[in-house]
């Protein structure tokens, strides 16, 4: 690490419910649960008044309704929430040097060699302080010498705070806390550690580093990196955030729609594999068309950061209904996905229902075992193009 290295986490503090409250200010100070409020539904987010209960995401709703049954659920709308974020990252690119987006809600800022024009914290404050007028949205941040100090001091000033850890302030600053606070430590990794009496990040970093390696593998050696306050990973810049696309170039021209939207389906299908297994969202989706001629045709939309993949299927039929309008023969078809994000599809915030998703998961378990071509919607199959 380097004195000299400067790194920001912002995050949107509870941000569903942040725009639910921006929408409807008669909502601020009460217990907000945004999610299915039925049985079969779970938590996508909630406020902090829901919080205090014992409610958090991706809980069983009806175990949340049990915590706090003076809740008021909220379905949610993906779209605002794809709006706002949108929003937040434009503000962001404007003002800042280098930027990733890690997530719908957080970005990272790189300040390194900022300092020397205009103190770090200084800007990051003012900042925070811009992007909440424009928006109206809280958020919290940290500053420190990577991105995992700068985290784990963002959620540890949240709600609506600001945190500096200093080179020198790092360890002090890690080693009371648990475990948990350590970004990208699950529950099945918690449990381990804890049977080995390691619930503290101080008794974390006093192992040995190749005992954890043994116990651990490379996800070991990781967690003894950050026990110490070690992370060399860059700030990935937003523009370059990568696409994953495909294509398709006929053996013979054709002109069968019927065929050609199945032949889009199967591969946003496809695609969709891709995004759920990096655990990515997108918000842009492409679709392409050459004509026979080799005249190229393009049409992409904004849509909410997804990787349903029934979602997207009619939205790349809805551009393919768009873009081909010259009843020429096609010899080329393809899709795009855009601007990723790091993120999991939140349930029932698309209107889909529980059994959906459970498809969804259940058809990807499949596909890990058995290979990406095992299983497809009955809308995809029986091309022959």
């Not at 302030?169 to 806390?177: A, C, G, H, I, Y």
Request: aromatic letters at 8%; hydrophobic letters at 35%; a positive charge.
């Amino acid at each position: 690490m380097s004195k000299d290295t400067h790194i920001i986490h912002i995050d949107q503090d509870a941000f569903f419910v942040s725009v639910e409250l921006l929408k409807n200010s008669s909502l601020i100070g009460k217990p907000v649960i945004i999610g299915g409020s039925s049985d079969r539904g779970v938590v996508a987010s909630c406020s902090y008044e829901a919080r205090k209960f014992g409610v958090h995401s991706a809980m069983p709703s009806r175990m949340a309704r049990q915590l706090c049954p003076h809740a008021i659920f909220i379905r949610g709308n993906m779209d605002e929430y794809s709006k706002y974020s949108h929003i937040v990252t434009d503000i962001l690119q404007e003002r800042v040097p280098l930027l990733e987006k890690a997530s719908i809600d957080e970005h990272y800022i790189d300040m390194t060699g900022m300092d020397r024009f205009y103190g770090c914290m200084k800007f990051a404050h003012e900042l925070r302080l811009y992007v909440m007028k424009q928006t109206g949205l809280p958020l919290s941040f940290g500053l420190s010498v990577n991105k995992t100090v700068s985290k784990i001091a963002t959620n540890e000033c949240k709600p609506n705070g600001e945190r500096q850890v200093s080179k020198d302030e790092v360890q002090p600053f890690l080693n009371p806390l648990s475990i948990k606070k350590i970004p990208g430590l699950g529950q099945a990794t918690y449990i381990r550690l804890s049977e080995m009496g390691v619930r503290y990040i101080y008794t974390l970093a006093q192992i040995p580093q190749e005992q954890l390696f043994r116990v651990l593998g490379n996800n070991g050696t990781s967690l003894w990196q950050k026990a110490r306050g070690i992370d060399n990973s860059p700030v990935l810049p937003y523009r370059e955030q990568k696409s994953i696309g495909t294509q398709s170039t006929f053996e013979n021209d054709s002109i069968d729609t019927r065929k050609i939207k199945q032949l889009l389906s199967s591969m946003v299908m496809d695609l969709c594999f891709q995004l759920r297994s990096q655990q990515k969202l997108a918000a842009c989706i492409t679709v392409t068309i050459r004509y026979s001629n080799f005249e190229t045709h393009t049409r992409q939309a904004r849509i909410p950061y997804t990787s349903l993949d029934s979602f997207l299927i009619s939205k790349a039929k809805e551009l393919f209904d768009t873009l081909y309008n010259r009843r020429m023969l096609i010899r080329l078809v393809g899709v795009k996905l855009s601007q990723l994000v790091s993120g999991n599809e939140q349930i029932s915030l698309y209107g889909a229902s529980e059994e959906q998703y459970k498809l969804y998961q259940a058809m990807d378990r499949i596909r890990n075992r058995f290979g990406e071509k095992a299983v497809k919607l009955a809308s995809s199959i029986d091309i022959n193009l």
